[in-house]
């Protein structure tokens, strides 16, 4: 059993910071690649970013240059720094793992969701 819990979503206004946090814990062999999406009302659930092991990151395009994802392999934790956000970034942001829970065999597991909103 593998859980994901998130934590720092919130109301901001634009152009200000959030950081969102998720901490994996449970039946961890190790974890492949760890990331966050995020889901508006009446959209589908986008890739916002994705961190390996290894510290390789992809972003998407939306957020280039704005948000910062990082990484602890020691206590499986991930977190996306968020700046200059704008109203439009306003979502629920969902922590994603990918998780090897024996030496071969992996899954994907989902956070709770935390909703970010960026209005004045």
């Known amino acids: 059993q593998v859980q994901l819990v998130e934590s720092g979503g919130g109301l901001v206004q634009p152009g200000g910071s959030l950081r969102l946090s998720c901490a994996a814990s449970?039946?961890?062999?190790?974890?492949?690649?760890m990331g966050w999406f995020r889901q508006a009302p009446g959209k589908q659930r986008d890739l916002v970013a994705t961190i390996t092991g290894g510290n390789s990151t992809t972003y998407a395009d939306s957020v280039k240059g704005r948000f910062t994802i990082s990484r602890d392999n020691a206590k499986n934790t991930v977190s996306l720094q968020m700046s200059s956000l704008k109203p439009e970034d306003t979502a629920v942001y969902y922590c994603y793992a990918n998780i090897y829970y024996s030496p071969i065999n992996r899954n994907v597991y989902w956070g709770q969701g935390t909703q970010v909103t960026v209005s004045s």
């Open positions: 449970g039946s961890i062999f190790s974890i492949y690649v």
